[in-house]
């Protein structure tokens, strides 16, 4: 997670504290990596970007939902798609080697103060890695069920 989002959270919310997450090491973001590669039958030594372009691909634009909106709201999303809420999630921030582990209630009650509009793009999943949730910088929301 981004100091500067900590930060922010703090100077707008001097009582309450950022939620927890943990920021995973280089070796669990590599094996997230190969499962990742493995269900959707990619060579395991393909690059991050290619995983990356291969998840953006395949994934399927989720109409009547973007993040941007004011009543934009996580499990929502995830009971419209069919996904049971899972207690934990990741979040991908960038080629699937900065990864952090939140509460999706944390996650959805403090969203907006984890993603930023025009800044983040982000990959949600769960321990299965049967789904990925994508949203973009600009609030598109992209499915992929493997």
Known sequence: ???????????????????????????????????????????????????????????????????EDDNFNLKKVLSSLEINWPEYIFINWYRYDNIDKMMLSDLTNHFDDVWYPDVDDIDIFDETFTWVLSITHYGQIKILKI
């Open 1 to 67: 997670m981004e100091e500067a989002k900590i930060d922010n959270f703090n100077r707008e919310n001097p009582e309450g504290s950022f939620p927890k997450y943990i920021t995973l090491d280089s070796g669990s973001c590599a094996d997230i990596h190969k499962s990742l590669s493995e269900n959707l039958r990619l060579d395991v030594s393909a690059d991050s970007m290619t995983l990356v372009n291969e998840v953006d691909r395949l994934g399927e634009v989720c109409e009547g939902f973007n993040s």
